[in-house]
Nanobody, 121 residues
Framework: QVQLVESGGGVVQPGGSLTLSCAAA????????MGWYRQAPGKQRELVAT???????NYADAVKGRFTISRDSAKNTVYLQMNRLKPEDTAVYYC???????????????WGQGTQVTVSS
């Protein structure tokens, strides 16, 4: 059993900052990648940023230069530092982990429950 627990969402004014965190817990053998996706009302879920073991990063064009993803491998935790937030960043943010479990030794995608980020004056 694997769980991803997110925290850090909230309401912030345009230009402000927020930091999201996501901790993966359970019978994890290896994590290959962790990342963040978001879904705004009426829109499809989209990639925000991912970090792949080995140090490869991937950012959506809309957040490049404003958001920074980082990972603490020892804690199985991924962070998303969001600066210069805009109203269009308003969405539910979901944590994702691509990992192997001890039980199955097969790789799968796991998702957090989502955390709301609202950027509004």
């Amino acid at each position: 059993q694997v769980q991803l627990v997110e925290s850090g969402g909230g309401v912030v004014q345009p230009g402000g900052s927020l930091t999201l965190s996501c901790a993966a817990a359970g019978s994890i053998f290896r994590i290959d990648a962790m990342g963040w996706y978001r879904q705004a009302p009426g829109k499809q879920r989209e990639l925000v940023a991912t970090i792949i073991s080995g140090g490869r990063y991937n950012y959506a064009d809309a957040v490049k230069g404003r958001f920074t993803i980082s990972r603490d491998s020892a804690k199985n935790t991924v962070y998303l530092q969001m600066n210069r937030l805009k109203p269009e960043d308003t969405a539910v943010y979901y944590c994702n982990a691509r990992l192997f479990t001890v039980a199955t030794m097969s790789r799968g995608d796991y998702w957090g429950q989502g955390t709301q980020v609202t950027v509004s004056s």
